[in-house]
């Protein structure tokens, strides 16, 4: 059956669980890079640490950001690819988006470094704060980098899903933040539950979003539809 949203396919309850699935999975490789880098780079830069008295040395926060690149880097493109996987007619070209998605990934950290560095030698608290802003920050653009070489027409679908899931996914860990104090025990868990509430409520809001279709008749956010003055002015411009 061909791509055709909101008329089909329909959205059932599996494939919310199973794209949900797919981003813990997917952010699961994340962490266990980031476990990993963390376990190497440990020893060589522990000489680094009593370089100051206070705050980090840079050479800490450096090499915390190459670390932290790779692991969000690799969250992504797993993510994506467990995506396209769980609907191949929704995401044809699958090689085009992660080749899009490592770039705008790669220039958010070119791009974030200088300010990065200079908000995180005061302390470890703040690195990891960093480190979570720029997951969240990283996950959106690679979620709409997907849907807009797939050329979708609900992009407004997907922006409000979004909002919801970063939303979803900073107060989560803020809570748990407030509950352990620290955020040591976070940035292991940041990836996979990061990648699973895009996932969860972007086929959530598609679900939901479909239903109302059926039950109004009407494809409220195709980026072809037009509303109110709008809808008045481009009939007008027809005739």
């Not at 909101?6 to 999975?25: E, L």
């Not at 980031?34 to 680094?48: D, K, M, N, Q, W």
């Not at 206070?54 to 670390?67: K, Q, R």
Request: net charge negative; proline share 3%; hydrophobic share 55%.
């Amino acid at each position: 059956m061909p791509y055709d949203f909101p008329k089909s396919p329909v959205v059932n309850v599996s494939d919310v669980f199973f794209r949900t699935v797919a981003g813990v999975f997917g952010g699961g490789f994340g962490s266990l890079v980031l476990l990993i880098g963390v376990l190497l780079s440990g020893t060589f830069a522990s000489s680094y640490i009593a370089a100051v008295e206070v705050g980090v040395h840079p050479f800490i926060v450096f090499i915390a950001l190459v670390i932290s690149y790779v692991a969000i880097l690799v969250s992504s493109l797993a993510s994506l690819t467990f995506f396209y996987y769980t609907d191949k007619e929704r995401y044809p070209f699958l090689l085009s988006t992660l080749s899009h998605v490592f770039w705008l990934i790669t220039i958010v950290f070119l791009v974030s470094t200088p300010l990065s560095l200079l908000l995180s030698l005061q302390s470890f608290e703040s690195l990891s704060i960093i480190a979570l802003i720029l997951m969240g920050v990283c996950t959106i653009f690679s979620v709409l980098a997907m849907e807009i070489v797939s050329d979708s027409r609900h992009l407004l679908l997907v922006l409000y899903s979004s909002a919801v899931a970063i939303f979803a996914f900073f107060l989560v860990m803020l809570i748990l933040y407030l509950i352990f104090n620290t955020t040591s025990y976070l940035l292991p868990m940041a990836l996979p539950f990061c990648w699973g509430s895009f996932g969860f409520w972007q086929g959530t809001f598609e679900k939901t979003y479909q239903w109302l279709y059926e039950l109004y008749g009407k494809d409220f956010l195709n980026a072809d539809e037009r509303v109110g003055s709008d809808y008045v002015k481009e009939q007008r411009m027809k005739r």
